[in-house]
T-cell receptor, first 108, second 112 residues
Framework: AQSVAQPEDQVNVAEGNPLTVKCTYSVSGNPYLFWYVQYPNRGLQFLLKYITGDNLVKGSYGFEAEFNKSQTSFHLKKPSALVSDSALYFC??????FGSGTRLQVQP | ETGVTQTPRHLVMGMTNKKSLKCEQH?????MYWYKQSAKKPLELMFVYNFKEQTENNSVPSRFSPECPNSSHLFLHLHTLQPEDSALYLCASSPSWDTEAFFGQGTRLTVV
């Protein structure tokens, strides 16, 4: 079975502050984990993925994610949020299923 | 641009109409997907094609009918839809089912 959970419907953060969007996973075997971002009225864009190797994965637009096997988590992070980061973020174990999404709102 | 193109971008149709959504990719990907995105359910997988063969049908009503004539094109044929079918329909492709997916910009469908 492959599933992920995004426990927060919305995350609010001030511009310049660090941001975290949470994702926990439940997968059998080796986890393949992805983060995507969706801007209004657009399709999803791939941000980063974890397949194997380093637990800290770097992706597009300054985002990174930390794979934590003991906590079964794959949280998305950015050291300094921008207003333009405001969007809908999805965690996914593969292309077949997606988390429920977390809306990130960055306030100026 | 992701390399996945969907047409039309917007579609308004009556409940008795028949229309088709088109998706095209020239990325050489072997897997293609249809998703429905609505306010009630953020992202629902509808159909999966792998090497032009349908490998997943996620209990989708028969008023939605997919077609994959070749590895670059995917269609979603619509007929006798209901107002609750109004949503953003997204197409995606990937090299294989366990790699990242590339999404089109979607078709905003309104059923009146």
């Amino acid at each position: 079975a492959q599933s992920v959970a995004q426990p927060e419907d919305q995350v609010n953060v001030a511009e310049g502050n660090p941001l975290t969007v949470k994702c926990t996973y439940s997968v059998s075997g080796n986890p393949y984990l992805f983060w995507y971002v969706q801007y209004p009225n657009r399709g999803l864009q791939f941000l980063l993925k974890y397949i194997t190797g380093d637990n800290l994965v770097k992706g597009s637009y300054g985002f990174e994610a930390e794979f934590n096997k003991s906590q079964t988590s794959f949280h998305l992070k950015k050291p300094s949020a921008l207003v333009s980061d405001s969007a809908l973020y999805f965690c996914a174990p593969r292309a077949l299923t997606f988390g429920s999404g977390t809306r990130l709102q960055v306030q100026p | 641009e992701t390399g996945v193109t969907q047409t039309p971008r917007h579609l308004v149709m009556g409940m008795t109409n028949k229309k088709s959504l088109k998706c095209e990719q020239h990325l050489g990907h072997n897997a293609m997907y249809w998703y429905k995105q609505s306010a009630k359910k953020p992202l629902e997988l509808m159909f999966v094609y792998n090497f032009k063969e349908q490998t997943e049908n996620n209990s989708v009503p028969s008023r939605f009918s997919p077609e994959c004539p070749n590895s670059s094109h995917l269609f979603l044929h619509l007929h006798t839809l209901q107002p609750e079918d109004s949503a953003l329909y997204l197409c995606a492709s990937s090299p294989s089912w366990d790699t990242e997916a590339f999404f089109g910009q979607g078709t905003r469908l309104t059923v009146v």
